[in-house]
């Protein structure tokens, strides 16, 4: 029997993982291989499967908590996508607040669907704007220890490090990074990429092809402080009709929202481990980002079109109050529906600190 290749791409909030996973299966589709994609999130209506879905991609969305804690969710929608199409690669995205993965999927993936699954290097995308403070031990470096804890673990249980948005830094930065990782998880590859561009993605293709004693990385972890950390976000999903008299420029207005939004949390000292919006209507969608207060919103996928009607949909993972986030998107939405002569309605928002982290399973050993 045949197994199928499970590739599970790790990565802080707006590491980049969706864009990589992208990346991925398109190269996997070229060489004539069946990709399936499974997303994962706290919440249901998550930009990033609706993102790889609008791309052409199958995919299923685990939502409502970690794959760790939805384990058994994690195996029946990859069965969904078997009931689909037989792939012969399946790239799962987690939650970028978790950590403890090698001990609560990878281990018990190969213990128990062995089979069924060939499970490939895990590898963890490194996020540069809060990766660098974090590493450097700086003050003011937008998360509290807590949460920088689950930073540090994501990359502790890697088999390696995929420093990405290299197209973002000057060449002493990534150099920087590079030797500061180096420094303080010593032994572990570290491969220069971008996802956004491919660069440094033959070496990724490469670690993700071999076989061997991978994924048997055990943390040694305080679920307290883990659950503490995740806490500290704010969680917020939200989904709303937009609708104008005449045409606006999509792209325009999902990068109004996300900068007017940066500016709000700015103003409130809030600070943002990842925004995203995406605006759909009729086979048109473009994609807005933001992973940190001090950044800039990037226009990832432009849809170069003019609409008078889209679904806009909001994810924002920010360190505040999630019912003060709320209050901070609605009143953004609002702000730029009027300025471009547009109405919201239908408005379905969801928003809350995730819960304490329950495995279904969790291995002690690796097998």
Known sequence: MTTIRFIMLGGFLGAGKTTALGRLAQHFMSQGQRVGIVTNDQADDLVDTHTLREQGFSVEEVAGACFCCKFTDLIDKVGALENVQRPDVILAEPVGSCTDLVATVVQPLKDL???????????VLFKPSHGLKILRNETGRGFSPKAAYIFRKQLEEADAILLNRIDELAAAQIDEIAGLVNQQYPGVPVLRVSAKTGHGFDAVHELLNQQGAFGRKILDIDYDTYAEGEAELGWLNSSVRVTAAQPFALDSFLMDVLSDLQQSLQGAGAEVAHLKAIGLWEGFFGVANLVSSDGEATLSLPSRCQVKE????????????????????????RAICTKYGATAADAKTQSFRPGRPTPTHRYATAT
């Not at 806009?312 to 939405?333: F, S």
């Open 310 to 333: 889209t679904d806009l949909i909001v994810n924002a993972r920010v360190a505040m109050d999630p019912a003060i986030l709320r209050q901070h998107v609605e009143q953004t939405v």
């Open 113 to 123: 669907y062995g089979a069924r699954f060939s499970v490939a290097p895990y590898p």
